[in-house]
């Protein structure tokens, strides 16, 4: 593959970049649009971030509405939802490892920043609503309750994580709607509304891929006990995160067309 410019170490990466000290090499200099868009024809250590939520997001573009047996479901809304919230978070973080080097420095990376947050936000608030409406559909009013509680827990967590100044305060606002999540997910597990069998274990290896990713990601492993080009360029933290996140959305969009299937049944 060609290599057009030099990569940098991470000492002589921009700042804003040097959020990783784990991850000694393979930066990308500052660049233009067209000189970040050419950046996907070579190697670098932003590669695999781009690529890996890039290409699902063409996935769920492109192969997912097809493969959905749209005559057989009822509620057509909530797999529209879920297909375009795994789109957002997709797109939103192909394009801030993409361009997170452009030449507009900090104040270009601040803003693809709060795009992958809102990303994040969207898929936290549309990707599990329709597992929760099949689920706590027999509660009747009180179903709507917990769509509306759980929307309005969700939506305060992305504004407050899109407007924070740091990591610590774009992850914390997303606890109280994890607890909640986890807390209607313990209910299902105790039998309480009527689901799929199938949809609640993918809601659970989709809860337990997001949760182990973040933590991956937060802990800089295994990148601190093993430097080297493999973990610069492949097994760093956050190409694992990105791993565990796209089976996190696998999951969740698998889980709402077993229950939106098992509804229209
Ligand atoms: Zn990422």
């Not at 991470?10 to 393979?26: D, E, F, I, M």
């Not at 994890?178 to 509304?193: A, H, K, S």
Request: glycine residues 8%; hydrophobic residues 50%; positive net charge.
């Amino acid at each position: 593959m060609l290599q057009p410019i030099d990569l940098l170490d991470w000492a002589s990466s921009p700042s804003h970049l040097q959020y990783n000290r784990y991850v000694k090499s393979g930066y990308r200099p500052l660049l233009s649009t067209w000189g970040c868009l050419q950046s996907l024809f070579y190697v670098h250590n932003e590669l695999f971030n781009v690529y890996s939520h890039g290409l699902f997001a063409l996935y769920f573009m492109f192969i997912v509405p097809m493969q959905v047996p749209w005559s057989g479901i009822t509620q057509p809304l909530f797999v529209y939802l879920s297909c375009m919230s795994a789109v957002t978070v997709l797109l939103g973080s192909f394009c801030y490892h993409l361009f997170m080097n452009h030449h507009g420095g900090a104040p270009v990376y601040s803003k693809l920043l709060q795009c992958d947050m809102i990303g994040i936000g969207v898929l936290n608030l549309f990707g599990p609503i329709g597992c929760l409406f099949v689920n706590f559909y027999p509660w009747g009013r009180y179903c709507y309750a917990i769509l509306i509680i759980y929307t309005a827990v969700t939506t305060r967590a992305l504004f407050k994580s899109v407007t924070a100044k740091d990591a610590r305060g774009r992850a914390v606002p997303f606890i109280p709607m994890m607890l909640f999540r986890g807390v209607l997910l313990v209910l299902r597990m105790c039998g309480f509304g009527s689901a799929s069998h199938a949809a609640l274990w993918h809601m659970v290896a989709g809860e337990i891929a997001g949760v182990t990713g973040a933590v991956i990601n937060i802990l800089r492993v295994p990148e601190r006990w093993l430097p080297g080009r493999l973990s610069d360029y492949l097994l760093n933290s956050h190409c694992i995160h990105h791993v565990c996140a796209v089976t996190a959305i696998l999951n969740l969009h698998w889980a709402t067309m077993e229950d939106i299937l098992w509804f229209a049944n």
